[in-house]
C-alpha cells in the first residue's frame, strides 16, 4: 500500500507532536505534506526539516519571515495566514487530514476538509462544539467522515460497535476531576494559573488544561458526544474516574456496559483514528492490567463545578448556544493565563454569555460565526470590567 497522504494543522501544539510520533513509529505508513502552526517557527522549521512536508503554514503572517530564514534552502512551500490553513485542509492531494488546532479557529479547516470528502481525524473539538449543527449535510453531502481523536469519544466510537445506535440506553463519559476535585469551594478563588496548569493525568496544552480544571472540558466533550453521535443530551452521563484508565463506556438497553481502557496517552486514539478501519500493531497507551490497584468512579459536582452544568443546558438549547459557551469559555481562558481575571470567573463569562444570549436555533455557518464574535467581544467586556 502506498503511504497516505496526510496534512497535520496544529503540528507544533501537543497533540500535533503525538501525531507525528505516530507518524515516526510507522515508518512507510504516512507521507506528511502540510504542517501547519501558529507563530512557533522554532518548531515547525524543525519538524519541516524532520518531516519534508511539500507546503508549511503559519497562520501568524508576521513571522513568515522568520519561517523563511529559519529553514534555509529547505524545499518547502511556505504560506501564510489563516485562509491558507483552511485552503490546505481541502488540499486535492491528500488522503487524511489531522485537526489539531485548538479553539474555534479550527472550524473553518474542518469544514473545508470534509465539504471535499476526506477522512478527518479531531482533535479541536471546539470545531464541533461551535459548528455542531453545520456538519451532518455537509457529510452527507460530501461522504467525509470524522475520525474522533478526543481520547473519550474515541472509546464512545469503539464502544459503539457493540450494539446498535437504538440499543444504546447512555453513553457515559469519563473525567479525571482536573487537580481541584479535593479543594474546597470557597479556594477557588485563590487558584493560579501555575495550579491550574498542572494535570495529575495528562500532559496537555495550556487551553485544554484549564478547561479540565474548571470541568469546562468535559462540558465540550457533551456537546462534541451529542454531535458526533447524534445522541440526546439526555443519553449522555459524566462520571468522575481520577485514574483516568476507563476512557468512557457505552451502556446498552439490556444493562451491559462496555468500556475502553489504556494508559492515559493520546498516541492511541490518534493511532486508532489514523488507521481506523484497520488496528495496528503499537504499544502506544498499553496497560499492564495486574498492576492496577483499582478503578474508582463517582458522581460529579455540578455545584462546584458549573461550567459543566452550564454545558448540560447549552447541549439542551442547541442551535448558537454551544458556540456562545465554547468562545466566552477561549476568551475567559487566555485571561485567566494572563492574570487578568480569577479562576471562579472562567465560569462566570460563561455564564453570563449563555444567559444573555440571543439563541438561532438553526443556524447556517453566517450565524455561528456571529455568535462566535458576539460572544468575545462580551467576555471581553467583561474581562476589562473585572476587579482582578
Ligand atoms: P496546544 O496549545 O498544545 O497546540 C495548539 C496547536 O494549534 C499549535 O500547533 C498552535 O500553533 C496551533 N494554533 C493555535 N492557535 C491557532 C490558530 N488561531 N490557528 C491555527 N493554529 C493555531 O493544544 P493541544 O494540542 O493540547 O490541543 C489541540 C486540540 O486538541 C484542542 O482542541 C484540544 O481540546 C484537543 N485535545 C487535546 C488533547 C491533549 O491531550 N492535548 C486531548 C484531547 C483533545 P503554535 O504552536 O504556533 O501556537
Ligand atoms: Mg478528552
Known sequence: MNARKISILGSTGSIGRSTLDVVTAHPGKFDVVVLAAYSNTELLADQCRRFRPRYACLVDSSKINELRSRLGDLKVELLAGKEELVKLAGLDEIDLVVNAVVGAAGLLASLEALKKGKPLALANKESLVAGGPLFPEIIKKSGGKILPIDSEHSALWQSLTAGKKDEVRRLIITASGGPFRHLAADKFDAITPARALDHPTWKMGPKISIDSATLAN??????????????????????????????SMVEYIDSSIIAQLSSPD???????????????????????????????????????????????????????????????????????????????????????????????????????????????????????????
Open 218 to 247: 468535559k462540558g465540550l466533550e457533551v456537546i462534541e458526544a451529542v454531535a458526533l453521535f447524534d445522541m440526546p443530551v439526555e443519553k449522555v452521563s459524566v462520571v468522575i474516574h481520577p485514574e483516568s484508565i476507563v476512557h
Open 266 to 388: 493520546m498516541r492511541l486514539p490518534i493511532t486508532y483514528a489514523m488507521f481506523w478501519p484497520d488496528r495496528m500493531p503499537s504499544e502506544f497507551g498499553r496497560l499492564e492490567i495486574e498492576q492496577l490497584s483499582g478503578l474508582t468512579f463517582e458522581p460529579p459536582d455540578l455545584q462546584k463545578f458549573g461550567a459543566l452544568r452550564l454545558a448540560f443546558e447549552v447541549a439542551k438549547k442547541g442551535g448558537t448556544a454551544p458556540a456562545v459557551f465554547n468562545a466566552a469559555n477561549e476568551v475567559a481562558v487566555e485571561s485567566f493565563l494572563s492574570n487578568s481575571i480569577k479562576f471562579t470567573e472562567i465560569t462566570d463569562i460563561i455564564d453570563r454569555a449563555v444567559e444573555t444570549i440571543d439563541l438561532v436555533s438553526r443556524p447556517e455557518l453566517e450565524d455561528i460565526l456571529e455568535a462566535d464574535r458576539w460572544a468575545r467581544e462580551l467576555a471581553h467586556q467583561i474581562v476589562e470590567s473585572s476587579t482582578c
